[in-house]
């Protein structure tokens, strides 16, 4: 109406007075869809709102619903959708791309052939993750440039609506589907983007006839990304990843301190392959020799070695322990403890003594003890046995033979009398000490917050840099929070020691113990953001002395992580064994982290929100598809990010130089990093002693054995 009448329409527009103000401009088709796209608001809402702007500016202000459809209309590649139904009749519905055919078909929309010059590789990482209710994978491509950044595009790949993360699930809904599609790129191994002569990209992964111009012809390289949970899926380790590698042989007993393993005892899809063949044919037993292995690698095209090092876990895991350390720390020795906790504990380091002391004395039995007697008397029973047999033997001498045999019975039994009576103390000692351990636990588990003052003044010292324990999950700090009190360290750890020390009563550990915590809690914390901060250096920047002082940060956790006691985990053991090779095999990690996939299942929510209302499961799905597809859109991206910018520009006028402060910033921190570092290596720290740990020795060594 508007377009076909448009002046006439104005003139009357203006006489009646709603225009005054109004330009006769329409927002355009990508200005929309930017705007709906940052205020994740959904189609039908979205009507809504644009029904009462025209109605109460007697005009449209947007593009016509059907030309913005025309305008999008099929830069997606629509997904498969599936579904599936358990054996306890629960529906599961799903869909996924196969990701050599997405790419193919988004070709002409990731990229312009301008783009492509200079291209020199193409990396490929596929992750997956179980989040709210979903399993989700993303596909992230990279195009790498020797001068320029790379361009990344990522795409959902699988969506699978089902609450529990089970390996089988997947399998039978989406696992196998993008497998092989990625072992069609991977036998390619190129990527290969010829021209026509409309300038009609055409990607494919292996060389074939074409007459087109080849503009881009690189090799292909493919990465896993995820956590540690989903490492093991993908290697057959289900159910044993907690207790070894994933990228190597070496024991857990073998963890602390291993900062290279050798080439052939790293992990690879033959070795794995092999292992499982001996497990097969029962030819491995032991738990010990099975190593962790399980089942054969669904990926089996992947190395191990192209795992990407879990970085956000990494960080999350490793925090939450210093943080439970610290926390366990301030309830035992520094909070004011009750009677019945301090018999508690008493009775718990009494019970341990009397097990531990039980136990030495059954194994000194059985190395060096009295095994030694038995294994000595029973060949001598032999040897008598032996001499009786002879027929010509006189009756004094037999008589004296049967006599020494008798006594070499007694003897036996007498022994074998008292290893089973060490072994039975040993084990009755260990009944008392778990139950008191017990006991303990479960009277410390019953403690509110106002038994704990101390541990809620220290959380308030946290709140106070917005790490929020209202944050917590299950007790837990997040990614974000983990990140401040990493960055934060040498201002928060002091607080919390002033905290401490200004707590005075008798039971009370001494301010040294304080001082000593404190110190290594920080400068873990310290340690570990170094770490983080070369471990998140992306391909291209990681220069030499990048990789050189991630070593040494290394070395400096280890050294440290030991002197608190702290257990060595599969994450630390990643970081101290793997973490920098892998850094320098791939030339820097930080734009393959598992970091999208965090971001995935929001943003991901944010279009499931905007679907919600479409009930048939086929729909939902395009529709998603075809969101995300603008949410990848260039055009898109850059009138948000052109929106954004210009509400910050008045903002900004005012805080001039801010680079300039980050930058600023950016130095003191590296700075003061690497004081830390410089400290650390000086190795003047002393090892850190709880107060059971040293009630037990004294108890141990008082009364000796
Ligand atoms: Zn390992």
Known sequence: MFHKYQDSFLSVAVS???????????????????????????????????????????QSLVVSEKKRREYFGSNDFPPEVGRETLPDKTVITFWWKSPDLLLMNQINVMVKPEDLEGVKAVDLCIGGDHGAGRFRMLLKILLRFTSKPAIVKRYEVANVLHSKDDIDVLHKTVLEKIIEGLRK??????????????????????????????????PIRLFINGDLKYFAQMLGREGMSTSWCMWCEAHPNQWSGLFN???????????????VQLINTGQLKEARDKKGIVSLPLIDFIEPQYYIFPQLHF??????????????????????????????????????????????????????????????????????????????????????????????DDAIASLLEEQKRLKEDAASK????????????????????????????????????????????????????????????????????????????????????????????????????FIAS??????????????????????????LWTLAGLSFTPKIHGVLAHASDQVELIGGIGDLLEDDLEHLHQMSQKISYRTGRIKNAIQQALSHSKMEAKINNKEIIDKTMESQQQSKRVFKKARTGSIERAT?????RDKSRNETLVEVEQKSYSKLVTFYESEKNRLLDNNGN
């Not at 990527?191 to 074409?210: A, G, Y």
């Not at 600023?664 to 003191?668: C, G």
């Open 664 to 668: 600023q910033a950016k130095i003191e």
């Open 534 to 559: 070369k471990i998140r250096i992306k391909q291209g920047q990681l220069k030499d002395a990048d990789l050189h002082e991630l070593r040494r940060s290394i070395a400096s956790l280890d050294y």
């Open 185 to 218: 790129i991977y036998d390619g191994g190129r990527f290969i983007v010829t021209m026509n002569e409309d300038r009609q990209l055409n990607l494919s992964f292996s060389h074939s006839m074409s007459e087109n111009l080849t503009i881009c012809d690189v």
């Open 261 to 275: 393993v050798p080439m052939n005892q790293l992990w690879s899809i033959s070795k794995q392959q092999q292992f």
């Open 315 to 408: 960080e999350i895991g490793t925090v939450n322990n210093i943080l439970d350390a610290l926390r366990g720390f301030i309830e035992e020795e520094v909070e004011v403890l009750s009677d019945a906790e301090k018999a508690a504990r008493n009775a718990k380091i009494i019970a341990d003594v009397s097990y531990v002391k039980a136990k030495d004395k059954y194994d000194v039995f059985s190395s060096t003890g009295g095994s030694v007697e038995l294994k000595l008397f029973r060949l001598e029973k032999v040897r008598v046995n032996q001499s009786l047999r002879d027929r010509n033997l006189s009756v004094e001498n037999r008589n004296s033979l049967l006599l020494e045999r008798e006594e070499l």
């Open 16 to 58: 009646q007075g709603v225009a005054t103000h109004i330009s006769p401009k329409v927002m355009d088709e990508v200005s929309v869809e930017a705007m709906l796209n940052e205020a994740g608001v959904n189609w039908t809402n979205g009507r809504i709102i644009f029904r009462h702007l025209k109605q109460f500016f007697g």
């Open 430 to 529: 260990r009944k008392i000490y778990l139950s008191a351990a017990r006991a303990y636990k479960e009277l410390q588990q019953k403690k509110s917050k106002s038994d704990t003052p101390i541990v809620a003044t220290v959380e308030n010292v946290l709140l106070g840099y917005n790490i929020s324990p209202a944050r917590y999950h299950g007790g837990k700090l997040n990614g974000v929070d983990c990140r401040a009190l990493m960055s934060k360290a040498k201002s928060i750890i002091p607080e919390i020691e002033a905290v401490l020390h200004a707590i005075e009563h008798p039971h009370r550990c001494s301010s040294q113990t304080i001082e000593q915590r404190c110190k290594i809690y920080r400068d873990i914390l310290v340690t570990l953001d």
